[in-house]
């Protein structure tokens, strides 16, 4: 959340704030649609701005009105089944990725890391490897310093394309970042696009890189089903996945949510799962693990919405 919500908001406030705003504006819109785990209730307003202006805009707007505002890339998060209020934004206008000097690659915060990672192997650059498989945004990937065991956004992060919770533009130096294991320590605002400092390299061996650790996603986890990623974080020195297995928890079910059978970290939905059943499968693995093993397991997820 960027802003806090201080009132219920009412529809013709939120058309106020918004009023500056030129991008598309869906009000009333079912989130599921927007997330990978396919579950979740409407928000108030789902607003895709133009542009960085329309973010200022709409920031500005939240603000003075005193509105609650999110940013959804949609692949790490649960959104509750009542939904979101206030205004919700997603980037996908804010597309936008090209070598701004030689090895420097600047994205806005909408373009997937898939992407970015594509684009980095065309123009033969590498330090994005990681980033195969990995379907956030360059936003939720800054956010959340994503990574994989290849490597992290701070591992190539120069600086933050940013918007402060006034509506200010500015550039924050990765240098002055303190970054934590899936956690980049921002202040309250919006990303809206980041510099990579990445190195040339041979085309081959960037594509052996990225095409072996995708294989080995494919043969490791349960990709053909909804899913947000890793549920847990790997407590330190053990893997949650181990735990949540080792407690005889693969193939429980609530409902459509399952604890995967290929991967015991993962939480599926197989087709009719709401918010409701999955974080009550949340729970039910966490009471098990706590019970079995004593280790308190931390949600690598974000859970919003109202209760
Ligand atoms: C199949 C699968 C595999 C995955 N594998 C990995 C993996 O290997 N490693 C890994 O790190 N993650 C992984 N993830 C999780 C996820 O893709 C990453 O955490 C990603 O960084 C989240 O990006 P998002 O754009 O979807 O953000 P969201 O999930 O929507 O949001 C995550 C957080 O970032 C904030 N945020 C999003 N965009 C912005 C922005 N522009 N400005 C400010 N805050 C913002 C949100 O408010 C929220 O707090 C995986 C997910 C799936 C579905």
């Not at 990978?36 to 960085?52: E, I, K, M, R, W």
């Not at 409902?255 to 939480?267: L, P, Q, R, T, Y």
């Given at each position: 959340m960027v802003t806090g919500q201080r009132h219920v908001p009412t529809l013709s406030v939120i058309r106020q704030a918004l009023r500056h705003v030129q991008g598309d504006i869906r009000w009333d819109e079912p989130l599921a649609?927007?997330?990978?785990?396919?579950?979740?209730?409407?928000?108030?307003?789902?607003?895709?701005?133009?542009?960085?202006?329309?973010?200022i805009h709409a920031v500005q707007g939240a603000r003075f009105y005193h509105l609650p505002l999110m940013v959804l890339g949609g692949t790490n998060v649960v959104i509750r089944d009542k939904g979101v209020r206030g205004i919700?934004?997603?980037?996908k206008q804010l597309s936008k990725v090209y070598e701004e000097k030689t090895n420097r690659v600047y994205a806005q915060a909408g373009v997937r890391l898939p992407r970015l990672m594509q684009?980095?192997?065309?123009?033969?650059?590498?330090?994005?490897?990681?980033?195969?498989?990995?379907?956030?945004?360059?936003?939720g990937g800054v956010a959340m310093n994503a990574g994989t065991r290849l490597g992290e956004m701070q591992d190539v992060l120069?600086?933050?394309?940013?918007?402060?919770i006034h509506g200010r533009r500015k550039r924050i130096e990765a240098s002055t970042l303190s970054f934590l294991y899936r956690k980049t320590m921002l202040p309250k605002g919006i990303v809206v696009g980041a510099w990579m400092q990445l190195r040339s390299s041979?085309?081959?061996?960037?594509?052996a890189a990225t095409s072996q650790y995708?294989?080995?996603?494919?043969?490791?986890?349960?990709l053909t089903l909804p899913n947000a990623g890793s549920v847990f974080q790997n407590p330190p020195g053990d893997s949650a996945g181990r735990l949540v297995e080792a407690a005889g928890l693969k193939g429980v079910r609530i409902?459509?949510?399952?604890?995967?059978?290929?991967?015991?970290?993962?939480?599926v939905n197989r087709g009719a799962a709401t918010a409701e059943h999955i974080l009550l499968l949340v729970r039910k693995v966490r009471e098990r693990v706590a019970r079995k093993f004593g280790v308190r397991l931390i949600l690598e997820w974000k859970v919003v919405g109202e209760r």
């Open positions: 649609p927007y997330t990978s785990l396919q579950v979740g209730g409407p928000a108030d307003v789902l607003v895709f701005p133009a542009d960085v202006e329309d973010v919700v934004m997603h980037l684009f980095s192997l065309g123009w033969k650059l590498s330090g994005m490897e990681w980033a195969a498989g990995i379907p956030g945004t360059v936003g120069e600086a933050v394309d940013f918007v402060t041979a085309k081959d061996t960037i594509h995708l294989q080995y996603r494919k043969a490791t986890q349960p409902g459509d949510a399952e604890v995967s059978v290929k991967h015991a970290n993962f939480i």
